[in-house]
């Protein structure tokens, strides 16, 4: 049986990372003949953007000025990506 993943990797300032991950999971999430690269992303995009909500929001505590600055600049990149808001993408808004 054929090995079905994609392997890609990430290249940051500090370093590279490689990534395999099942092909199907890449078809399932593509739109419009999106490279795995962009479907990737995507799916990072929405992570880190779940995340950032969850500390700011759920978190325990009033959220830090720094904390809420990166969920500021983060939400405003997402609605740049997606052409939409995390909670109009999610449904999810407070």
Do not use: C, K, W, Y
């Not at 991950?21 to 078809?27: C, R, V, Y």
């Not at 929405?46 to 809420?68: C, R």
């Amino acid at each position: 049986m054929a090995d079905n993943t994609v392997e890609l990797t990430l290249s940051g300032p500090d370093g590279d990372d490689e990534l395999t991950l099942p092909a199907p999971l890449i078809d399932m999430f593509s739109e419009n003949d999106e490279s795995a690269a962009e479907v990737v992303g995507d799916l990072a995009m929405i992570n880190a953007a779940q995340q950032i909500h969850a500390a700011t929001a759920h978190g325990q505590g009033e959220p830090s000025e720094e904390l809420e600055a990166v969920e500021s600049l983060l939400m405003s990149q997402f609605e740049e990506r997606f052409g939409q808001t995390f909670g109009e993408m999610t449904g999810h808004q407070h």
